[in-house]
């Protein structure tokens, strides 16, 4: 945990292990933040499309996010996953307004592949990654 840095800054932080990709955020998230984090981990070597994403919110706010920036997360979604086939994103937040943000974002996120869900706990979220099923790895 980075809890020694300032609450108005942002931080990301992206790993690959295992066939997942886990992301976490601290602070005020932007749209523009989280597209730039999605740069990232595309150009990562280690990055495969079709690989099923892990999203910690839990030390996040979205608060500064509208209903139009996330139509903008959603259009730039479809287009980076554009060919991935089947993959899985789990978001886990402990906040009421991120979990609503998240289940706004299965709506106008939603694309041919992806199933997303959003998770108040760790385990669960990660036990649901590891399912037998189209995208289990």
Same mark, same amino acid.
């Given at each position: ?10 931080h ?6 295992d066939? !997942? ?20 981990? !595309? ?10 994403? !892990? ?17 903008? !997360? ?13 993959h ?16 706004q974002?299965e ?31």
């Amino acid at each position: 945990r980075l809890s020694d840095q300032k609450p108005d800054s942002t931080h990301v932080k992206h790993t690959i292990s295992d066939g !997942l990709v886990f992301m976490s955020y601290i602070g005020e998230v932007t749209v523009d933040r989280i597209i730039q984090s999605r740069t990232a981990i !595309l150009a990562d070597p280690d990055f495969e499309p079709g690989m099923s994403f !892990l999203v910690d919110l839990t030390e996040a706010s979205l608060a500064s996010v509208d209903s139009a920036e996330m139509r903008r !997360l959603g259009a730039h979604g479809r287009k980076v996953t554009e060919g991935w086939g089947e993959h899985r994103t789990a978001v886990v937040t402990s906040r009421s307004l991120e979990f609503g943000m998240i289940r706004q974002y299965e709506v106008v996120g939603e694309r041919p592949g992806l199933t997303l869900r959003v998770f108040r706990d760790h385990d669960a979220a990660l036990s649901w990654l590891q399912e037998d099923g189209p995208t289990a790895g």
